[in-house]
């Protein structure tokens, strides 16, 4: 089984920073790629950025997040900066992992909210 636990969450007022870790432990052999989603009442889950063979952004953020992963300590964060309150929602940790069964899986964190105020 693999867990991914996200921190960092929280309430900035618009033009703030914020950022956000995870943390992935348990029977991992390999961590394929990471990313972050996130999902806003009443809409679908969306990906917000991602690091594996290519690091992707949702348009919406290309220039104000930065993605960033650090294989070692199995951990991905998530630089916000220039928030606005439409980048109001929850935002969910994302991994595609190899377990020690050759297994390949996607796994999610709880989610962590992150509110902007205008």
């Given at each position: 089984q693999v867990?991914?636990?996200?921190?960092?969450?929280?309430?900035?007022?618009?033009?703030?920073?914020?950022?956000?870790?995870?943390?992935?432990?348990?029977?991992?052999?390999?961590?394929?790629?990471?990313?972050?989603?996130?999902?806003?009442?009443g809409n679908q889950r969306e990906l917000v950025a991602s690091?594996?063979?290519?690091t992707k952004y949702a348009d919406s953020v290309r220039g104000r997040f930065a993605i960033s992963r650090d294989n070692a300590k199995m951990t991905v964060s998530l630089q916000m900066n220039g928030l606005k309150p439409e980048d109001t929602a929850v935002y969910f940790c994302n991994a595609e992992v190899m377990d020690y069964?050759?297994?390949?899986?996607?796994?999610?964190?709880q989610g962590t909210q992150v509110t902007v105020s205008p």
């Open positions: 867990q991914l636990v996200e921190s960092g969450g929280g309430l900035v007022q618009a033009g703030g920073s914020l950022r956000l870790s995870c943390v992935a432990s348990g029977s991992i052999l390999n961590i394929i790629a990471m990313g972050w989603y996130r999902q806003a009442p690091s594996g063979g290519s069964y050759g297994e390949t899986r996607i796994y999610w964190g």
